[in-house]
């Protein structure tokens, strides 16, 4: 079992033909994912390395292939319509990798996809891996291996970093999920919090959090009310001085509300076991196993 | 990105935001001239990108135009929050009746732009919501069917009970949010909005953040950008694609993705260390960008050790090396350089550092715990 992917997951990549969709469109491939469209306004009709149909639209995409995720490589100005017209096609679950998608934009899309009943990721997020089985986005694959630990984080490499340390201590992953940094995105911690919970594979939780928002202590306050699996947390930006954009749109801490120093507190009161490095996580987890 | 007030308030303006009259002087002798114009009490505003301008003595009254050359004098000489000013809004002193806050935030948790309004305006709001949270009127706004007109009005019912002064805000409320929107902003401002003994309600002050993400849609609000009044550092590095924050340590940080550049400075900071900066650069890196990031770091002459940590996921870490090699053969490192990397072509990337002289390890904590204590040691 795993959380949102897995071998029956069919994939749609939108702006398959550029830079980043043709880079990792092989690599999903090469990982196994099965990848069984493309879409690329224009370009209908012909073929991705001579294996991966590109149709015009994702409509026609789903029509002809049964597709059943998309995958959003296309630039940030385009991206809003891209997810949307995802959602339309009847796609159930939308990656949205893209970076620097405005976030005014997000308030349309969020609102619709939901409506439409489909789940979104991203966007600005590294997207997810079920080791062995799919990788839709750009997790490399290299440094997961298949298991018990479920794995959410706001950001990419940090994620990497942990997963990496995880695979060499011998924890394997059932799923890792790649939330991403924007101020507005579709699927938050509780989201992958309740379906680790709900997934029989997944037995503990690592979750990377970051300075910014309230995300990080609703999700406290949500594994202190229903989760009986143990998680382990980290909060990156613990060191950033106040009122300071770092990167992430996301890691803005204004006031009170966001500060490592009350994440880190509402952690605590949750029993979320806190790794003061990204290295404290592989004994944590092997405690609470 | 920030803009000033007296670019928030022309963008306001062009929504029918009534707005008192104001210009921008460089000079003490510009704002004279000014202040002879509009005779009278006048308000002279340092224009910079720092709260607590009032605090930081920026914002002052003059009663004459000698008054205000002085006054002006006094305030172009001031740096605020460590940016200097330089710029100054003069405008016709208002008599104020009351004074309310009306605010548009882009809210994470609803995922919706935010009205906030309060009565208890003219002071931080910030200090209202703690206190007094329910003077506060908050009220999402759908982005797909936009501000309702009953949604406008129910925020000017909560400011005001005369009726006039109920549509002209609401009329207020329509004008912030069209340029809410129009902008591209992540948050819009008027603070203090004010009601005149004669019974008008104009804006005082205007804040508007532009969402970045948003520039390329908005060529004309990106060439309001104000580089004279960012720290120099960061404009170079946002010219060159990096996302650079200087601070105050002695350990010069040079990463890949946000999560992990604040990771990194986290751990440098639990080892003893200082960071001395943030820096990212970005996800498909090339050796220029590298090149470039070093030239940013070995400017600051705090720098006592320079610190490494690439994961290479699609960073290939054989641009990082070679980026480094050339950087360093262009100009050569005076202090000491620790190098983190691991993951896309890392043997690759080893072997180039290698052969030109440098050493590399792939364990992060490892390099951390080097690069803190060679800055110990040069500090």
């Known amino acids: 079992m795993s959380i949102f992917i897995d071998n029956n997951t069919k994939v749609v990549v939108q702006g398959i033909t550029g830079r980043d969709g043709s880079f990792h469109t092989k690599q999903m491939i090469e990982y196994g994912t099965k990848v069984v469209a493309g879409v690329t306004p224009g370009k209908g009709g012909q073929t991705f390395e001579g294996a991966v149909p590109i149709f015009n639209t994702v409509a026609d995409a789903v029509n002809a292939t049964g597709a059943n995720t998309a995958v959003i490589y296309v630039p940030p100005l385009y991206a809003a319509d891209a997810m949307i017209e995802a959602a339309d096609a009847g796609v159930k679950l939308v990656v949205a990798i893209t970076e620097g998608v405005p976030v005014l934009d997000m308030t349309r899309v969020y609102p619709f996809v939901k409506d439409k009943g489909a789940r979104l990721l991203g966007p600005n997020c590294p997207g997810l891996i079920t080791p062995g089985q799919s990788k839709v986005g750009i997790i490399p694959g290299r440094i997961c291996k298949p298991g018990n630990i479920g794995v959410v984080s706001r950001s990419g490499t940090l994620t990497y970093e942990v997963v990496y340390q995880l695979t060499r201590a011998g924890l394997g992953q059932s799923t890792c999920v790649g939330i991403g940094g924007d101020p507005i995105n579709g699927t938050n911690f509780i989201d992958c919090l309740a379906a680790f919970e709900a997934d029989p594979e997944t037995k503990a939780i690592a979750m990377m959090g970051e300075i910014g928002g309230t995300d990080e202590q609703d999700a406290a306050a949500f594994v202190k009310a229903t989760m009986k699996k143990p998680v382990v947390g980290f909060i990156a930006g613990q060191t950033a001085p106040p009122g300071r954009r770092m990167g992430h749109a996301g890691a803005i801490i204004s006031g009170s509300a966001g500060t490592a120093a009350e994440k880190l507190a509402a952690f605590e009161a949750a029993g979320i076991g806190i790794a003061k490095r990204p290295m404290d996580f592989v004994e944590l987890l092997k405690k609470r196993l | ?379």
Do not use: W
Not at chain 2, 7 to 16: C, S
Not at chain 2, 191 to 213: E, F, Q, S
């Open chain 2, 1 to 379: 990105m920030n803009i000033h007030e007296y670019q928030a308030k022309e963008l306001l303006r062009a929504e029918g935001i009534p707005i008192p009259p104001g210009e921008v002087a460089t000079t003490p002798t510009e704002a004279e001239a000014i202040a002879m114009r509009y005779g009278g009490t006048v308000v002279v505003k340092a224009q910079v990108h720092a709260g607590g301008r009032g605090k930081a003595g920026g914002v002052k009254l003059a009663k004459s135009p000698k008054e205000t050359r002085d006054v002006a004098e006094r305030i172009l000489a001031l740096h605020i929050k460590g940016l200097p000013v330089q710029r100054v809004l003069v405008t016709p002193a208002a008599d104020i009746a009351s004074e309310a806050y009306v605010g548009v935030i882009l809210d994470r948790a609803s995922r919706k732009p935010v009205f906030m309004v309060s009565a208890a305006g003219g002071i931080d709001i910030e200090e209202v919501a703690a206190t007094t949270p329910e003077k506060i009127l908050k009220l999402p706004v759908d982005t797909r069917y936009g501000l309702q007109p009953y949604q406008a009005s129910r925020l000017a019912f909560f400011l005001y009970d005369d009726q006039k002064r109920v549509r002209a805000a609401a009329r207020i409320m329509q004008g912030l949010y069209a340029a809410f929107m129009k902008h591209g902003c992540s948050l819009a401002e008027i603070n203090p909005l004010v009601v005149t003994p004669a019974g008008d309600v104009v804006a005082l002050d205007a804040k508007m953040v532009i969402d970045d993400n948003e520039l390329d849609r908005h060529p004309s609000i990106a060439a309001l950008r104000d580089e004279s009044a960012e720290e120099p550092s960061e404009v170079q590095a946002r010219n060159a694609n990096l996302t650079f924050i200087k601070l105050e340590g002695n350990v010069g940080c040079v990463v890949n993705g946000a999560g992990l550049a604040m990771a990194t400075m986290d751990l440098v900071k639990y080892y003893g260390g200082d960071p001395a900066n943030f820096l990212d650069i970005g996800g498909s890196s090339n050796p220029e960008k590298v090149v470039n990031a070093l030239k940013i770091i070995t400017a600051d002459p705090s720098v006592k050790a320079i610190l490494f940590n690439i994961f290479g996921g699609i960073t290939r870490t054989d641009d990082v090396a070679n980026g480094i090699v050339t950087a360093t053969k262009q100009s050569p490192l005076k202090v000491p350089i620790v190098i983190r990397l691991t993951g896309t072509n890392e043997e690759l990337a080893m072997k180039i550092l290698h052969e030109n002289g440098f050493s590399a390890s792939s364990d992060m904590d490892e390099a951390v715990q080097k690069a803190v204590a060679l800055a110990k040691g040069a500090a």
